[in-house]
């Protein structure tokens, strides 16, 4: 079983900056990419941006150049880096991990960003 508890998230001013961090525990060997979802009331969940163990990144056309997501292999936990948010980015952020054709997912972080 694999563990993820995200933090960081929190209310925010528009053009404010929140760094997310998800830590990952438990059976961790054989990851095959992390990765930020965010889900915005009465929507679907959608990805933010992904990394894989060598370090590709992939991001969501309306974050790319304002998120950058990053992860710390010997910590086991990813970040994202959010800059320059906006209201729309408003939602409950989500952290998943892919291993041996399993995804895991944290509880969610909630962040708010006010206009």
């Known amino acids: 079983q694999v563990q993820l508890v995200e933090s960081g998230g929190g209310l925010v001013q528009a053009g404010g900056s929140l760094r997310l961090s998800c830590a990952a525990s438990g059976i961790i060997s054989s990851i095959n990419y992390m990765a930020w979802f965010r889900q915005a009331p009465g929507k679907q969940r959608e990805l933010v941006a992904t990394i894989t163990t060598g370090g590709s990144t992939n991001y969501a056309d309306s974050v790319k150049g304002r998120f950058t997501i990053s992860r710390d292999n010997a910590k086991n936990t990813v970040f994202l880096q959010m800059n320059s948010l906006k209201p729309e980015d408003a939602a409950v952020y989500y952290c998943?991990?892919?291993?041996?054709?399993?995804?895991?997912w944290g509880q969610g972080t909630q962040v708010t960003v006010s206009s």
């Open positions: 998943n991990l892919g291993r041996v054709g399993v995804r895991y």
